[in-house]
T-cell receptor, first 114, second 110 residues
Framework: DVKVTQSSRYLVKRTGEKVFLECVQDMDHENMFWYRQDPGLGLRLIYFSYDVKMKEKGDIPEGYSVSREKKERFSLILESASTNQTSMYLC?????????????FGPGTRLLVL | GDSVTQMEGPVTLSEEAFLTINCTYTATGYPSLFWYVQYPGEGLQLLLKATKADDKGSNKGFEATYRKETTSFHLEKGSVQVSDSAVYFCALSAAQKLVFGQGTRLTINP
């Protein structure tokens, strides 16, 4: 079974702090994704990566950056956390670039920024 | 741009009732269509998918048919159980990205 793990289930940070969210997948998938989930808005794509050291902006990249130094690991960075970044963050991976590919999700990190 | 619109919730049903959650989409090209489910406290998991027109995806008693003429992918189940209580997301795959609907919260009462 594909396993996608996220470093924390819950995080509480203060405004202005730098925040790192980490995601690891164990199935040698090429693609990795970061989404945020907010009530009534579904999931919105922040960034994705289709290869090591490659990244592409999603629909809402402002205030975020990412890092993919190894194939299995994809990090989301909030350079200076703000209260409007309080949300559930979900990481996902897929085997290859194709419209038919299933994305596999981690359990999510619920971030509260005070 | 590509978009997905799904039935607003919350939806509350009694056990063994028939379920329909509507999903329509707007897309250029030939997307694949997905239903994902999120159980309380968990991430999303694939429920079913269809990759071309007239395909029917099915899993755990749930079904959905890819209807190109009506741009729809409605989720159905003939007899729901309490364990089906979750949030359901319809999504389409465009190029490398998934585009999600806003989610429908389903509660099944015994």
């Amino acid at each position: 079974d594909v396993k996608v793990t996220q470093s924390s289930r819950y995080l509480v940070k203060r405004t202005g702090e730098k925040v790192f969210l980490e995601c690891v997948q164990d199935m040698d998938h090429e693609n990795m994704f970061w989404y945020r989930q907010d009530p009534g808005l579904g999931l919105r794509l922040i960034y994705f990566s289709y290869d090591v050291k490659m990244k592409e902006k999603g629909d809402i990249p402002e205030g975020y950056s990412v890092s993919r130094e190894k194939k299995e690991r994809f990090s989301l960075i909030l350079e200076s956390a703000s209260t409007n970044q309080t949300s559930m963050y979900l990481c996902a991976s897929s085997l290859r670039v194709s419209v038919r590919e299933t994305q596999y999700f981690g359990p999510g990190t619920r971030l509260l920024v005070l | 741009g590509d978009s997905v619109t799904q039935m607003e919730g919350p939806v509350t049903l009694s056990e063994e009732a028939f379920l329909t959650i509507n999903c329509t989409y707007t897309a250029t090209g030939y997307p694949s269509l997905f239903w994902y489910v999120q159980y309380p406290g968990e991430g999303l998991q694939l429920l079913l998918k269809a990759t071309k027109a007239d395909d029917k995806g099915s899993n755990k008693g749930f079904e959905a048919t890819y209807r190109k003429e009506t741009t729809s992918f409605h989720l159905e189940k003939g007899s729901v159980q309490v364990s089906d209580s979750a949030v359901y997301f319809c999504a389409l795959s465009a190029a490398q990205k998934l585009v999600f609907g806003q989610g429908t919260r389903l509660t099944i009462n015994p």
